[in-house]
């Protein structure tokens, strides 16, 4: 064993029983206090709620639309449809589901009306993200499948350089360069921090689908850094 | 097991996806592997540099006309 202690390495019984664990406990009681400080009209509650989830929830937005002052609007929208909403909120998923879930309605459907004025061939670009191919090119193997070109470790590089501005930047840029299918995962995933089951709920894929997709995403990424951090 | 081959097996095996046999298999590649171990370091590193795009701090004048919306909702309950 090389790599101890993976916490994402576990069996998929123990992972769901754990979320579901965390579901019914932590999280659940978190949301409650939340959402009786919410109705109350605690600014502190909802000021919180909002810095925390903006983030995830622009680069979820952007995932869809493709102008950022469209996707701020997607933002403030869903905010304004929870408040709306809020009495209808049951507690069946967490409220950051449920939050996540209505700014991915709004995103998409702002991304159907956006797609009329779209040119044509950009509608249907071919997007073949389910498919399972070489994420690495295959002049990096010699003839025996063993690397030729290793990869660098990157662990004597500086903190400050691998999150530096610039590489965030680089970062953003390679994700929108991603076929949709690619986006949505990653930035479900990476981004905004939801497992893969809930990912797989949102989307409504397989597992074998979300994995693929994350995996062909993430290499994308890996391999844009790897040209930037040389 | 090739390099080529492992290098495609690791989201399943960040995932827990990968079978027992299989498991056992790529751990055993990668224990003696400098180059795909580099390279799952790498693919970890990517994930966390990722996770750093929600640090995004929200603009003032947005959280100040959200606050606005919920100061509205809370008192006349609508907005």
Redesign the interface.
């Known amino acids: 064993?090389?790599?101890g202690g993976?916490r994402?390495?576990?069996?998929?019984i123990t992972?769901a029983l754990t979320s579901r664990l965390s579901l019914a406990g932590v999280g659940e009681s978190r949301d409650e206090a939340e959402l009786a400080a919410l109705k109350?009209?605690d600014?502190a509650a909802?000021?919180a709620l909002?810095?925390r989830h903006?983030?995830?929830m622009?680069?979820l937005a952007m995932a869809y639309v493709r102008d950022p002052a469209a996707a701020?609007d997607v933002?403030?929208e869903t905010?304004?449809t929870c408040?709306?909403n809020l009495d209808r909120f049951e507690g069946r998923s967490t409220l950051k589901t449920w939050i996540f879930g209505i700014a991915m309605n709004l995103a998409r459907s702002r991304r159907r009306k956006e797609a009329r004025v779209l040119p044509f061939a950009s509608l249907f670009r071919r997007d073949d993200s389910d498919r399972?191919g070489?994420?690495?090119d295959?002049s990096r193997?010699g003839a025996?499948?063993?690397?030729a070109t290793?990869?660098?470790?990157?662990?004597s590089l500086p903190e400050e350089r691998?999150?530096s501005s610039e590489?965030?930047q680089r970062?953003?840029r390679a994700?929108e360069a991603l076929p949709v299918k690619q986006r949505e995962v990653?930035t479900l995933r990476?981004?905004?921090?939801f497992d893969?089951g809930e990912v797989c709920a949102f989307l409504s894929i397989s597992?074998e689908n979300q994995?693929v997709r994350?995996?062909r995403a993430?290499?994308a990424?890996?391999k844009m850094?790897?040209g930037y951090l040389r | 097991m090739?390099?080529?081959?492992v290098?495609?097996l690791?989201?399943?095996?960040?995932?827990?996806?990968l079978s027992a046999e299989y498991r056992a298999k790529f751990?055993d590649h990668?224990?003696g592997?400098?180059?795909?171990?580099?390279?799952?370091?790498?693919?970890r590193?990517?994930?966390m540099?990722?996770?750093?795009?929600?640090?995004?701090?929200?603009?003032a004048n947005?959280?100040a006309?959200?606050?606005k919306?919920?100061?509205d909702?809370?008192?006349a309950g609508?907005?």
């Open positions: 064993m090389v790599e993976e994402r390495a576990r069996s998929p992972s109350a009209g600014e909802f000021s909002i810095k903006h983030g995830p622009l680069r701020e933002v403030q905010w304004l408040l709306r399972a070489a994420t690495v295959g193997f025996d499948g063993m690397w290793r990869p660098d470790s990157w662990r691998v999150l590489t965030l970062v953003k994700i990653i990476d981004v905004a921090g893969a597992p994995r994350l995996h993430r290499a990424v890996r850094l790897e | 090739t390099c080529r081959e290098v495609e690791m989201t399943d095996y960040l995932e827990g996806a751990e990668i224990a592997c400098d180059g795909c171990r580099a390279y799952l370091s790498q693919l590193t990517t994930r540099v990722v996770g750093k795009l929600a640090d995004e701090p929200i603009p947005i959280e006309e959200l606050m919306a919920f100061q909702w809370s008192l609508q907005v």
